[in-house]
């Protein structure tokens, strides 16, 4: 692949042999005293002799059970891991739009809409079940590609900011890694969202403007340009990026933590299905915290994509402190349920690819021996 697993580091980075492919990195569970009669000095790889490679590759196989399809860090992991963020992300986008619907009527008309069943039986009664899916084209084809980009870019972020960091500091250090690689990964997806995101809006809270994406998106561009499509890029970083930090951030250090506290066997031992209940849990735990960080800017973002010629100033003033958690309970209920949901789909795609999943992070050998003898 692109990437040489060495390099990696995601879990305990003190290498295994990987028969013809080099190093194959793994940590936690039964592979972890393995590696520790492989372990080199400061984590770096050391030559094994070629007979040994096929006991080694043996070995591994008993331990984890399966054989994967593709290295970690590989290109075709990367790509696979970016269709399994276009499946979890578009999948479940579209599948709220009913939800996401009233909240963005709520927050720009909050005295029609006053809470999520009224509205929805609001929106049910003016405009039938149609009604509901409005922006459902936009919301599917945005996020889908969206998806592509956060999940894909941030596995490639983290194995490349983990090489710099080096094995110690990239496993000391691995909540700020999760925040700089979420971060940067959101940065992009988002100029592959922004327009969409603006059709979506336009459709679901202007009343006769247009009712589908085919008819929203030329009529923008007239009226506008394509400053349209990209005006409520500033407000869509502000939400997005805080809210893929804690969600991917959050995500890992729960996983890791229910694993330590929570789950009374290690992660090795437990079923696919109970890991993917446990990725599950976890997600719905980092959404909650994704909804709280990510409102205020949602709220100025929907005001922004409705109201032809406002800026992001204008709407805070026309919100008010109040005005900016309008609809928050609701996008809890959404949020929450919506990134369990992306987690477990994300990881059901690696299950059936057969890609590799590490275990939580292990402190490195080389760090271990260092604390020892201290």
């Known amino acids: 692949g692109a990437f040489s697993l060495p390099q990696m580091h995601r879990a305990d980075p003190v290498p295994l042999p990987h028969p013809g492919r080099g190093f194959l990195s793994c940590g936690g569970g039964q592979a972890s005293s393995i590696q520790h009669g492989l372990g080199s000095r400061h984590g770096l790889p050391f030559p094994v002799p ?27 992991y990367l ?8 499946v979890s992300c578009g999948l479940t986008h579209t599948a709220v739009v009913p939800l996401d619907l009233v909240k963005c009527r709520m927050q720009v008309d909050p005295k029609r809409y006053r809470s999520l069943v009224q509205g929805l039986m609001l929106t049910m009664q003016e ?20 998806g592509l980009c956060k999940f894909g870019l941030y596995e490639v972020f983290k194995l490349r900011y983990a090489e710099m960091l080096g094995p110690e500091r ?19 997806a988002d100029i592959a969202l922004s327009p969409m995101e603006a059709i979506k809006v336009r459709i679901q809270t202007q009343p006769g403007f247009a009712n589908t994406m085919r008819g929203a998106a030329p009529k923008m561009h007239i009226e506008e340009g394509l400053w349209a499509f990209y005006k409520g890029l500033g407000p869509l970083w502000m939400r997005q990026i805080p809210y893929t930090m804690m969600k991917f951030a959050c995500f890992e250090r729960t996983i890791e933590a229910l694993y330590a506290y929570i789950v009374p066997k290690p992660r090795d031992e437990c079923s696919k299905p109970e890991q993917l209940a446990i990725n599950f849990l976890a997600g719905y735990i980092a959404g909650i915290f994704c909804a709280v960080v990510s409102h205020p800017a949602d709220s100025v973002v929907s005001v922004l ?11 805070l003033k026309k919100l ?21 949901l992306q987690w477990f789909i994300y990881d059901s795609v690696k299950v059936y690819f057969r890609l590799p999943r590490p275990p939580p992070p292990e402190m490195p050998s080389s760090l271990k021996e260092g604390l020892f003898f201290k």
């Open 127 to 146: 405009e039938g079940v149609r009604g509901l899916v409005k922006g459902w084209a936009p919301t599917a084809v945005g996020y889908s590609v969206q």
């Open 170 to 188: 990239a496993y000391l250090w691995r909540t700020s890694l999760y925040l700089a690689a979420s971060a940067s990964a959101e940065f992009f």
């Open 305 to 315: 994509n409705k109201e032809k010629g406002s800026s992001t100033f204008d709407a």
């Open 50 to 76: 070629p007979h040994h490679f096929r006991m080694w590759a043996a070995a591994l196989s008993s331990l984890w059970g399966e054989e994967y399809s593709c290295e970690y860090g590989s290109l075709k």
């Open 79 to 86: 790509a696979l891991c970016s269709l399994g963020g276009v």
């Open 320 to 340: 008010g402190f109040v005005g900016i958690w309008k609809g928050l309970f609701t996008r809890i209920l959404m949020i929450g349920t919506l990134t369990a």
